[in-house]
């Protein structure tokens, strides 16, 4: 009963009014951060940093305020993803696709509590894993090698297909894209830049965040004024905000099996939150029994996905706590914080620092507890944004979006950058072009081109290495079944759900 | 609607504020996101620098991310050149950027540096069961079959760490730097999880982000590269002891605009000796496994120029540079 003993160590320092209090404005600003487009977890985090040393915040402390602020964002980036269609981290994206839908349809409010509780869910699940098995765990990070994730990163491609819209030519296209823009910048593997014009903004490569900013919110502002508005979801009429016992119910398993999906991509240090979401997502939409509607407004496309970005930010908590490597960019924050604070975290961590460690577990779940209990009443807040003028609204998140894109980097060349994104979002909405596969393209392309060059230079060019492990043969057969798996069932189904999703093409 | 707005607001007077305070005192560029080598360097500096009554109110630290540093680079150079309250983070990196032409045709002589006041050993580990005890069991079996010994690193290929692996076996005496097998990661750490998992045969690194796992047993350090053993690791002998004249520190310094004063340069170099003196200073060195390393003014300056003469060198044998 180790266990028990150490959080009941850890939950004795973290639970003091003051902590709490600093738990509860975490939350708060965290999820303010999260919904807000442009700034995500990783910039919100960054930018409490220097706040909490000018506060003079001792160790745990900070680290109570900085992981509230964590799971603060990565539950609020869903808001604006149902709301406005306009994600509001790089994890939220998936949520986007149903969750939106379900807003049109003016059941907002339940893709709100949905996704609330689908997000209590994961985050609940996965600190409970990190608790429990976390040194565990660390040794899954030894097994995978530069052939393993690139076939970990094949899987996420090969399964791209219906994401969006069920024209699998469309997709590829925009993979192709986003894989494209990813070869921007300086080449890791022979330190060459590569299609930068000499642009010294262009070395390290586009940010993913310009890239979704652009893509999603500004292309959604053209969209609106292009089209007066008339079919988003603002200004539409409400149902009456309950509970939505049934949904809940109903989407009991795929809450189940995002959290697990996602917790098992964010141990792993080369996938994240991104990752997680987009998979839980998928292998929902390939089980569910209500897997034709997914894409129109299902209650599991927006459960799963949240279950999983949220598991896999606690997964992330576990390669970082034990080997010190940061799974996504917001880890790599925390990871810096810890550095500050001068807690090196490693394969010690949890022998010689067991008051961090378990302090910084019983804040995440004190501050899970309280997202939730703040999350679910606030849903009628939130949604009232909806009643919000458009010619208030949508200039206002557009000025949010820029003021956060500035603040990554302090240059204007991001700004027309992220203008740039947002006419090339718009053309492919006219073309029916989903966007989504373009910022998994750019989110994964680098890592994808990395670990097949690292895996050549490993094994003196030998192609036959990348299938040359149980893991990576597993990961291969996965990646074809998923490819292929979808064409067949289709034929044998004989219902081709291609007019179901034109519709959705159009609108 | 209201509470979301208050929220807003109480987050955004945070922010004012801590812009604020800031409007008349020093400023510290951190050349990239929070959390790395320079961005510690800033703030550890800047909080020295008030504790010690050198700066009387905190030193704004800037993250200004870009191009390996190219960004903040090219920033002071070419809007700041005059600015005497700004000081800039650096290390072997930007030295190692600088001398691949990497900052977009910048050179090392449009600033002045002012010094650097401790450094980061680099080191060379294998796994626990690898078969490479001493540092010339791995020199002779890079040199009998190169393509049989891979290293991992944190920097990408041409960055420090590579660098290091290169200049070992150069002066090991091993002429052909192309057939030397490295893959970059990104970070040492990441590096560390690559060796362990015995997908390379060994990793280089500095010494502070991989001390857990030599401490934890998972990894066995063959050569430290310094000058003297470090403290808390004595055991690990330096690669001079084992016959490779080699000393490769990450060293942890600042740069100040060209255009100043030598009386204001002069009042940078005076404040960072006094930091490298003080016991706090001595404190974060120890707590975060750096090594002393003081050079300030002119002895920097030449320090400065040899390295990037050599590396330059190397670069050119490898094909990163013409």
Redesign the interface.
């Known amino acids: 009963m180790d266990i028990l003993s150490n959080l009941a160590l850890g939950f004795s320092i973290a639970l003091s009014p003051w902590t709490l209090m600093l738990a509860f404005v975490g939350c708060?600003?965290g999820t303010?951060?999260g919904a807000l487009p442009g700034l995500g977890p990783s910039n919100g985090v960054?930018?409490l940093?220097?706040?909490s040393?000018?506060m003079g915040l001792d160790a745990i402390s900070a680290l109570v305020l900085l992981t509230s602020v964590y799971y603060g964002a990565m539950y609020g980036g869903r808001i604006s993803s149902i709301l406005l269609n306009i994600p509001g981290d790089e994890p939220a994206m998936m949520t986007t696709l149903d969750g939106y839908p379900m807003a049109k349809q003016g059941r907002a409010g339940d893709a709100l509590v949905i996704s609330g509780v689908a997000s209590f869910y994961g985050a609940l699940l996965a600190t409970i894993g990190l608790m429990l098995l976390a040194p565990l765990l660390s040794r899954v990070?030894?097994?995978?090698?530069?052939a393993e994730y690139f076939a970990l990163y094949m899987l996420a491609f090969c399964t791209l297909g219906g994401v969006g819209s069920n024209n699998q030519a469309k997709a590829a296209l925009a993979a192709a894209l986003g894989l494209g823009i990813a070869m921007i910048g300086?080449?890791?593997?022979?330190?060459?830049?590569r299609f930068t014009f000499?642009e010294?903004?262009l070395?390290?490569g586009i940010d993913f965040l310009v890239a979704i900013v652009g893509l999603f919110a500004v292309s959604e502002v053209f969209h609106f004024i292009e089209s007066h508005g008339k079919d988003s979801a603002i200004g539409v009429k409400l149902g009456r905000i309950t509970i939505p016992w049934r949904d809940l119910g109903r989407t009991h398993g795929a809450m189940a099996r995002g959290t697990g999906i996602g917790f098992l991509a964010g141990i792993l240090?080369g996938a994240g939150a991104s990752l997680g979401s987009f998979l839980a997502y998928m292998a929902e939409k390939s089980v569910s029994r209500n897997r034709a509607n997914f894409g129109k407004g299902a209650p599991e496309g927006v459960a799963a996905p949240e279950a999983g970005n949220n598991a896999a930010a606690g997964g992330a908590l576990v390669p970082m706590l034990t080997?010190?490597?940061?799974g996504s960019g917001t880890t790599?924050?925390l990871?810096?914080?810890l550095?500050?604070l001068?807690i090196?975290?490693?394969?010690?961590?949890f022998t010689e620092k067991p008051d961090v460690v378990w302090s910084l577990i019983a804040a995440l779940l004190i501050a899970n507890v309280m997202l939730l209990i703040m999350n679910v009443p606030?849903v009628k807040?939130?949604v009232?944004?909806l009643s919000?003028p458009s010619w208030v609204l949508l200039p206002g998140v557009t000025m949010v979006a820029f003021v956060g894109i500035y603040s990554?980097?302090?240059?204007s060349f991001d700004m027309l950058l992220m203008v740039a994104f947002g006419v090339l979002g718009w053309i492919c909405r006219k073309l029916g072009i989903p966007t989504v596969p373009i910022i998994l393209g750019i989110l994964l392309g680098n890592a994808m081109e990395?670990n097949l060059r690292?895996a050549m230079?490993?094994s003196?060019g030998d192609w036959t290495y990348l299938f040359s492990s149980g893991i990576s043969i597993g990961l291969w057969t996965a990646a074809v079944l998923g490819f292929v798996a979808p064409m067949f069932l289709r034929r044998f189904l004989k219902k081709p759900p291609i007019p179901a999703t034109e519709s959705y093409d159009r609108d | 609607m209201t509470k979301t707005f208050a929220a807003a607001l109480r987050a955004g007077v945070l922010m004012t504020l801590v812009g604020a305070t800031s409007a008349t005192a020093a400023e510290c560029i951190a050349p990239a996101n929070p959390g790395g080598g320079w961005d510690f360097t800033c703030r550890q500096i800047g909080r020295i620098l008030q504790e010690i009554g050198l700066e009387s109110n905190l030193v704004q630290v800037t993250n200004m991310a870009g191009a390996g540093g190219g960004v903040a680079y090219t920033h002071v150079v070419s809007e700041r050149d005059a600015d005497p309250e700004l000081i800039v983070a650096a290390s072997s990196a930007t030295t190692t950027r600088l001398a691949q032409n990497a900052f977009a045709g910048m050179t090392a002589d449009q600033v002045r540096w002012v010094g650097t006041i401790a450094g980061d050993p680099g080191v060379i580990v294998v796994g626990k069961d690898s078969p490479f005890q001493t540092l010339s069991d791995l020199i002779e079996a890079v040199k009998a079959d190169p393509s049989a010994v891979s290293f991992a690193g944190g920097s990408a290929v041409g960055g420090f760490d590579h660098l290091k692996v290169l200049m070992l076996m150069d002066r090991a005496g091993f002429e052909d730097a192309r057939a030397i097998k490295y893959i970059g990661l990104d970070g040492g750490a990441d590096a560390i999880t690559q060796t362990v998992g015995g997908f390379t045969q060994a990793m280089t690194g500095d010494i502070s982000e991989i001390q857990g796992f030599i401490r934890s047993g998972d990894v066995r350090a063959l050569a430290v590269l310094s000058d003297e053993r470090v403290s808390g690791f004595e055991d690990i002998p330096t690669a001079k002891e084992q016959g490779v004249d080699l000393v490769a520190m990450n060293w942890r310094g600042l740069y100040a605009p060209k255009g100043i004063s030598d009386e204001e340069f002069a009042r940078w170099t005076d404040a960072l000796q006094k930091v490298a003196d003080s016991d706090q200073w001595k404190q974060v060195m120890t707590e975060n496994g750096l090594s002393p390393y003081t050079l300030i003014g002119a002895d920097f300056q030449t320090f400065v120029n040899d390295n990037i003469a050599e590396i330059q060198e190397i670069s050119r044998e490898i094909g990163i540079i013409q």
Do not use: K, W
């Open positions: 708060f600003v303010i951060i960054a930018l940093i220097p706040i040393f000018s990070a030894f097994e995978f090698g530069p300086l080449d890791q593997t022979t330190g060459m830049p000499g010294l903004h070395m390290d240090p080997l010190g490597v940061p790599a924050v990871l810096a914080l550095l500050t001068n090196t975290p490693g394969p010690l961590l606030m807040v939130f009232r944004i919000v990554l980097t302090g240059s990395d690292r230079v490993l003196n």
